[in-house]
């Protein structure tokens, strides 16, 4: 009988655990796609190509390949908000920078995505840059250290 109740609570608590895990994922999966979107609207302007583009990054980042189609979500919730209005957006995204600036890990994955999007049509746009100085500082973290003249 022990045995059972066991392997019944050891497969909720294995359960549970995967769902604190996506909870957790959750902060940083809808930070790179709010950080992504921030930086291709940039110019004023969202191409297909870089909607593509992040959904490759997110799509091929093991921790967050389980959201499935909650990215897409994710994605028209933040196109939406800033083809509405670019301020608006860019508040309710850095809403979702707020959660995850204390982790360095994330914080860093964030802000390396957020490049990977500027860097998506061969170059960055000097709008894209102020985006990503402004996120850099955010996370304490700087352009120059990855590569890109300030």
Known sequence: MFGTI????????????AELK???NKDLMEAIVG?????????????DD???KLDELVRSNPAL????????????????????????????IKREIADIKNNKQDAEEVFV???????????????EKTVLQEVGREFGLRVEDYGIAA
Do not use: W
């Not at 066991?6 to 655990?17: I, T």
């Not at 950080?35 to 110019?43: H, K, N, P, Q």
């Open 6 to 17: 066991g392997r019944m609570l050891g497969k909720k608590a294995v359960n549970s655990m």
């Open 22 to 24: 996506k909870v957790e």
């Open 35 to 47: 950080v992504s979107l921030l930086v291709a609207f940039a110019d004023g302007a969202c191409g």
């Open 50 to 52: 870089e909607i593509l």
């Open 65 to 92: 390949a389980h959201f499935g189609s909650e990215i897409g979500q994710v994605t028209n919730r933040f196109s939406a908000q800033l083809k509405a209005n670019y301020l608006v957006g860019r508040v309710h």
């Open 113 to 127: 995505n957020a490049i990977a999007m500027a860097q998506a049509d061969g170059e960055i746009s000097p709008a």
